[in-house]
Structure formats: structure tokens, C-alpha cells
């Protein structure tokens, strides 16, 4: 893998790769694969979770991070996004992350630089290592991928995390459901490779329940997606009755608790939130690991 932009370029067999290098790292000392590597993070959105991660998973692997965010950046005083690449490569990085609010600015930076790009979340486009971190979760709950059903509820329409996961569990052989009101269900939707519903009730069968962020700060001034934030919860929030025992509850996080998640839910023992919160740690150690080590293999063995 040269890069890491969508899960449409991966096959099954880099995902399990992926996925079953994460696993070996769960419970057992990394080795400093990255030593000596510099692995920049460039944040143009905000972020709690895989900044974080991916700093943390860089450093468990010895390498040395910089994390660069938009806000007091020369981004400020209006520099260009390929200067920007072109700057900091020029310190040499192993690896480049980014999230950034246009679509594609993750596989416009891999034109620009010698790094490899990991795409950290690109406009309403892919949230690649999301999806991935997600499926090692659902494998480590219920002890399988294969014929799972997902059922993937709420703001679908401005949802990169939802493009992503739709296309992930179709390559391990999983099945997804696309829920939520009309007005954020995108026409077409379908042609990813998943089901879609406006009734909470299409949740009944689903193995795992994903519950999507209402993305207030993506939603266009003046546009009425739902009636209103409490008619949304009241037709569409999950709450501990609309559940049925067995059922896992996921979320990517950030929640708005009491909109699409009740608190009950959140904090229940049905909720893997947390688990999804330490995978994204070892599965971002296993997609750091394939690009800087695997890639460097290749080259030897050529
Ligand atoms: N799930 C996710 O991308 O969370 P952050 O925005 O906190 O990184």
C-alpha cells in the first residue's frame, strides 16, 4: 500500500492484513519499527480521537510526530494547501496525515509529496482508517465479519464515516442498512452496496446498531433536513427500548448524547464506543506499520 485515501482502493486481503496486524499488537510490546521516521499530522478540522491516535500510535512506534493544525497556520494568511505539503516535506516524513474539509485534499497532498498519505477524513468523502477500526471492533465483539448486518442510523448525507464503512463491511462480506430521515439519505446511495430505510423498525434484524453524528456544522444555513432536533430524536434516536438484547451499539464519536444516542445507550453494556476508541489506537499502529514498514520490504525485495 503506497497510500491510505479510500476504502474503495483496498482489496479483502489488505483489509484482514490490516486488521490482523492490529490484533497482534493488541496486548504485546511494539517494536520501534518507525525509529529514526517523522510522521506529520495535519489537522485543516478539528479532532479529538484520531489526532490523537494516530500520534500516540506513531510515537508506541518510535517514531517522532508533528502535528500541524490550520488554525494559527500560515493556512491563516492564506498559503496554499500544495505549498503547505510541499513545506513540511521538506523535513522528509515518513507519513503524512490529514483531514481536511475538501474532498480529495488527502490524494491532492499525495501528488505533492514523497510521504505516504493517510486520508484522517476528507469533507463528506472517506474516513478510510475509521471503517477499518470499526470492523476490527464488530470482529473482536461478535467474533466474526462475514454475513454480519449492520444497521447505519441518522445524518447519512453529510457522513464520510458512513461512504467508508458502507464499502468496508461490503468487502469482509457483511451487510449494511442505511437509516435515517428522507432529506439526509442521499439519492443514489444504494449504489455502494447497501440497503437504505426511513423506519427506526429496519433496525430490528441488524446485529450491530451504528449510530451517525448529527453534523450540525455541515448542514447548510436556512436547509430543513428534519423538522426538528427533537422530532429527529423522537423518530430516529436510540434508546435502550428501540434495542433488542444482543444488539451492539456503535458510535464514531463525537456524540450529541440525547440527539441520536440516549446517555442510557452511551454508557450501557451494549455500547462498544469505547472499544472503537482503543481499536483506532492498534489499528492505526497497523496501517502506520503496512505504509513505512511494508513499503520499505517491497523495495528490499525488488
Ligand atoms: N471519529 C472521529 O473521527 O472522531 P474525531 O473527529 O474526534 O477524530
Known amino acids: 500500500m503506497r497510500h491510505l485515501l479510500s476504502i474503495a482502493d483496498l482489496t479483502r486481503d489488505d483489509v484482514e492484513r490490516v486488521l490482523d496486524g492490529a490484533r497482534g499488537l493488541d496486548g504485546t510490546e511494539p517494536q520501534p519499527v518507525l525509529r529514526g521516521r517523522l510522521v506529520l499530522n495535519v489537522f485543516y478540522e478539528s479532532s479529538t480521537r484520531t489526532s490523537s491516535s494516530f500520534d500516540l500510535a506513531a510515537r508506541r512506534l518510535g517514531a517522532t510526530t508533528m502535528t500541524l493544525k490550520e488554525s494559527g497556520s500560515s493556512a491563516d494568511k492564506g498559503e496554499s494547501l500544495k505549498d503547505t505539503v510541499q513545506t513540511l516535506s521538506a523535513y522528509g516524513p515518513s507519513v503524512l496525515v490529514m483531514r481536511h474539509p475538501q474532498a480529495g485534499a488527502p490524494a491532492f497532498a499525495a501528488r505533492h509529496t514523497d510521504a505516504h498519505v493517510v486520508n484522517a477524513g476528507d469533507g463528506k468523502h ?8 470499526d470492523l476490527y471492533t464488530m470482529r473482536s465483539a461478535l467474533g466474526r465479519l462475514e454475513g454480519l448486518h449492520v444497521a447505519i442510523v441518522g ?3 453529510h457522513s464520510r464515516v458512513a461512504r467508508s464503512l458502507v464499502q468496508a ?3 469482509v462480506g457483511a451487510q449494511a442498512t442505511l437509516i435515517g430521515p428522507p432529506a439526509l439519505l442521499p439519492r443514489g446511495i444504494e449504489a455502494l452496496g447497501c440497503e437504505t430505510s426511513t423506519e427506526i423498525a429496519a433496525i430490528g434484524d441488524a446485529d450491530v446498531v451504528y449510530v451517525l453524528r448529527m453534523q450540525r456544522e455541515r448542514m447548510l444555513a436556512g436547509a430543513s433536513y428534519v423538522p426538528s432536533l427533537r422530532e429527529y430524536t423522537a423518530r430516529w434516536g436510540i434508546t435502550p427500548e428501540r434495542l433488542r438484547p444482543g444488539q451492539k451499539v456503535m458510535h464514531p464519536g463525537p456524540i450529541n ?6 446517555a442510557r445507550v452511551a454508557d450501557g453494556s451494549a455500547s462498544l464506543v469505547l472499544e472503537q476508541v482503543r481499536a483506532g489506537l492498534l489499528v492505526r499502529m497497523s496501517v502506520l506499520q503496512e ?12
Open 126 to 133: 472517506q474516513h478510510p482508517t475509521q471503517a477499518l477500526l
Open 155 to 157: 445524518d447519512v448525507l
Open 169 to 171: 463491511l461490503g468487502l
Open 257 to 262: 448524547r440525547g440527539v441520536e444516542l440516549d
Open 291 to 302: 505504509l513505512a514498514v511494508g513499503a520499505a520490504r517491497l523495495q528490499e525485495v525488488a
